[in-house]
């Protein structure tokens, strides 16, 4: 018999997919190779919980990498998108459900005076770069090492030798030619910055950052660090980017964004960049920023920007159902303090296990680190990050695996809790925590 049928395993639908699609899977992280073993094929998802295909059920703390702050199968969200479904699929026409969208989405960040919606935050964030690049007249742009702003090419690039240098490719099929104009330096690192706006500052269309790196697991970039960029990029006519595609709706219900303001009176990113919840797990992202830039943008400007699906009329129902159950009162108090018990409960175990751990969180989004030594700093850039304990996060992602806690298959990587995880939730995945952690030693 074929192996089409059932009974479906893990092993025998990644050994299919293998055949059929590169490494199994459509996307790379999915396939669990910095982790090592086999990923799980999810059958469903309701709530807090994945089921894989062979029926065991997962606490889910990816929620599809950060969209179902809502928990899977919200039933308002359900609603609106089987009504939308209804209406038609797709019109390739204005809708508007996109003006209801956009004008939620602008409520909600006060930095932008316009938006556009696109399907993916690789999408939006090529086409933040992009519009930069057109607003300024200028090529060069800065990102930082261990900030992913999705697989554009002019994104994908590591560290040069130096200030002096620019960046090199990340990436197999990047010329470069593409990203010579792309200057990478180490997040948070104060005295690197003021050189390289020395250096270039005048040169520079964009700096685009993770304002809490959750691509780096979880690093918040610090206030004197943010407060001089802020500075550096208004001095020098460069444009400030903020990708909050991870972190936006996420930490709080103006992104990290509303919490630099908070500590930083006056504080806006020129552009910013979402994804994720706001598609509420459908294909949807977005750009915006000041109406001067975005006017720039087809059709009004000389900047092109298109796309067949986007403002989708389904996505944008899912999205807009999912900001509006975002902003009901205390929904962020709630799920800030559950998220913040979980990586309060997980040191406290890993402490008693005698394992050294750091970690952070904010709103509903968190990070954990098995660090070296028994330093009580968290990592504060790439560098530091890549030097905690691959070996030990590992064998612990594997134990909490067994015991039915699906974290994220790798150590930089970023950790997200849901409105649908109960505190019996919580209770049963500190049990395994504890269970897995003793086991690390
Ligand atoms: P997408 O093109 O994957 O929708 O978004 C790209 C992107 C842009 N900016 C930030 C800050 C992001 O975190 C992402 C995508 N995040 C990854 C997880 N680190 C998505 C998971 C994946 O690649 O499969």
Redesign the pocket.
Known sequence: MSSQQPPFTNANLFERAERVIPGGVN????AFRAVGGTPRFIAKAQGAYLFDAEGKRYIDYIGS??PMILGHGHPAVLDAVHAAVNEGLSYGAPTLREIELAEEILKLVPSMDQVRLVS??????MSALRLARGATGRSMIMKFEG?????ADALLVKAGSGLATLGHPTSAGVPADVVKHTLVLPYNDLAQLEAAFSLHGDQLACVMI?PI???MNFVRGSLPFMQRLRELCTQHGALLVF?????GFRVALGGAQSLYAKALPGFAPDIS?F??VIGGGM?L?AFGGRRDVMAQLAPLGPVYQAGTLSGNPVATACGLATLREIQRPGFFDRLAERTRSLTTGLLAHAHDAGIPMVGDSEGGMFGFFFTSTNTTSLPQNYTEVMATHKERFNRFFHAMLDQGIYLAPAL???GFVSAAHSDEDLQQTLAAAEQSLRSLN
């Not at 993916?120 to 964030?125: D, I, L, M, N, P």
């Not at 900030?147 to 697989?151: D, E, I, L, R, T």
């Not at 990708?243 to 972190?247: A, G, L």
């Open positions: 996307s790379p992280v999915r990498w950060g993916s935050g690789t999408e939006a964030a900030c992913y702003h999705g697989h993770e790196c959750g691509n990708d909050e595609v991870m972190t960049v994804g994720k294909p992202a930089y990587e970023a």
